[in-house]
């Protein structure tokens, strides 16, 4: 059912211009023991060498440097993010420079005698340059398509629901946004979007309103 969304997302708009992406390095840091015994100087040396690669000349900004706290910095590129942590590298960027990062990974790993390596990387989700007014136009544009998926949403459950259902999918059906695709509430424009398409669906008849219980298909 999601797939219904997800297909017509990818056959309807433009191409995604950012991606999830998480580049996975080895480092003295552990899960669960952290930085353990690691000296501070070590620490403060893979930071250098991660931050090194995202060049103020190049366009990229440092925020919460971690040289000295330890604490990990974010890096910015116009609308590209990313958070260094010292085992996952993770934001929102273009392909490219996940090769540009990866490249720079391994030219880096001699000059520092392998403190820091890199181990694999993972692209995920794209994400839609949007404004509200396009999204807005989409979902109008496309009502029939998000009423089918709702409905076959609902003809699973069985019992009534409340317009609590609408959130319980919405992160599946929603058209990740750079503005919001991290975090999802029920104060989002597009979950106001989608719940408006369920409510219409109410007052169509297609979903009737049983007395106590809540919503149903008709």
């Known amino acids: 059912m999601y797939d219904k969304i997800a297909s017509l997302i990818k056959s ?9 992406t998480h580049i996975h390095v080895v480092t003295p840091y552990k899960w ?7 000296p501070k100087e070590t620490r403060e040396e893979v930071f250098r060498c991660l931050l090194s690669i995202f060049r103020s000349e ?14 990990a910095p974010d890096v910015y590129k116009k609308d590209e993010h990313l958070y260094i942590h010292p085992m996952d590298i993770s934001g929102e960027i273009t392909p490219e420079t996940l090769s540009y990062v990866c490249d720079e990974l ?7 005698d ?3 390596r ?10 839609y ?19 089918e ?54 007052e169509d008849g297609e979903v009737v309103d049983v007395e106590g219980e809540g919503y149903a298909l008709k």
Do not use: C
Not at 12 to 20: G, I, M, R, T
Not at 58 to 71: A, E, K, L, R, Y
């Open 129 to 147: 340059a949007l404004s509200d007014e396009e999204l807005a136009a989409f979902y109008k544009e496309h009502e029939k398509a998000f009423r």
């Open 58 to 71: 190049d366009g990229w900004s440092t925020h919460n440097p971690g040289i000295g706290s330890f604490s």
């Open 149 to 202: 998926v709702l409905a076959d949403l609902l003809s699973e459950e069985k019992k009534a629901v409340t317009e609590w259902f609408v959130f319980d999918h919405y992160d599946r059906i929603r058209i990740p946004r750079r503005e919001d695709y991290s975090s999802y509430s029920s104060e989002d424009f597009q979950y106001k979007l989608l719940l408006s398409v369920f409510r219409r669906m109410v």
């Open 106 to 112: 391994l030219a880096l790993e001699p000059e520092y």
């Open 32 to 38: 669960g023991s952290g930085w353990g015994d690691t």
């Open 114 to 116: 392998g403190l820091v």
């Open 12 to 20: 309807s708009l433009p191409a995604p211009h950012l991606f999830v």
């Open 118 to 127: 890199l181990e694999g990387k993972h692209v995920g989700k794209g994400i």
